[in-house]
C-alpha cells in the first residue's frame, strides 16, 4: 500500500516557526517555553517530513528500478529456458543420429568380420590346392619329355587363353591351374635358353 506525500508549502513551517518564536520572546515563564518548544517540535517534524519524503522517492525509484531488473530477468529467464529446450532437443536428435550410426557401424564391422573370415578360409583352401598343384607339377617335372620349343609357345599360348577365360568366368582354380601350367612351360622354355648358352 503505498503512502501519499504531499510537501507542505515551503514558507508555511517556517513563518509558523517564526511565529512561534516571536510569540515566546513577549510571553514570559512555561508559556514561552512551550511555545519555543513547539516550534522546535515543528522544525524538527519538518527536518523528519522531508527527510521521509526524500527516502520515500528513493525507494520509488530503486523499487521501479528493482521491478525493471525483474522483468528483464524474467525475459533473460524465459530465453535461457528456450535456448536450453532446443538444446535439449538438438542433443536428443544427435544422440540419436549417434546411436543409428554406431548401429549401422556395428553391422557393417559384422558383415566385414564375416567376409573378412569367408576370404582367410578361402584363402587356406587355394593355398591347400596350390600346393598340391605345385607337388604335382614337380613330380610332373621329374618326367620330362622332350618337345619342340614351337609346341611348348604354342601351348603357353593356350595357357594364356584358358587362365583368361576362366578368369571372365570367376572360375579361380581352373585359371590358377592354367597360370601354373603356363608357368612350368616358361621354366622349361627358360631352362632350355641357360642350357644352350652353357
Known amino acids: 500500500m503505498s503512502a501519499t506525500v504531499v510537501p507542505l508549502p515551503p514558507n508555511s513551517s517556517s513563518e509558523t516557526i517564526d511565529f512561534l518564536r516571536r510569540m515566546a520572546s513577549m510571553v514570559s515563564g512555561r508559556n514561552g517555553e512551550m511555545l519555543l518548544r513547539a516550534a522546535s517540535l515543528i522544525e524538527q517534524l519538518g527536518q523528519r517530513a522531508m527527510s521521509a519524503e526524500r527516502l520515500y522517492h528513493q525507494q520509488q525509484i530503486e523499487s521501479t528500478r528493482n521491478a525493471e531488473l525483474r522483468e528483464a530477468a524474467e525475459l533473460a ?22 546411436a543409428a550410426e554406431r548401429a549401422a557401424f556395428d ?15 578361402h584363402i587356406g583352401k587355394l593355398t591347400t590346392e596350390l600346393d598340391s598343384l605345385r607337388a604335382s607339377v614337380d613330380s610332373f617335372n621329374e618326367t620330362v619329355v622332350s618337345v619342340p620349343i614351337e609346341v611348348l609357345r604354342l601351348a603357353r599360348t593356350q595357357f594364356d587363353v584358358l587362365s583368361a577365360g576362366f578368369a571372365r568366368r570367376g572360375d579361380v582354380i581352373s585359371q590358377a591351374m592354367s597360370e601354373i601350367g603356363g608357368f612350368a612351360i616358361d621354366q622349361a622354355l627358360t631352362a632350355k635358353k641357360t642350357a644352350d648358352k652353357a
Open 77 to 98: 529467464s524465459d530465453a535461457m529456458v528456450g535456448q536450453i529446450e532446443a538444446l535439449r532437443a538438438q542433443l536428443a536428435e544427435v544422440t540419436a543420429a549417434a
Open 107 to 121: 553391422a557393417e564391422r559384422g558383415k566385414l568380420i564375416d567376409l573378412m573370415q569367408n576370404a582367410e578360409s
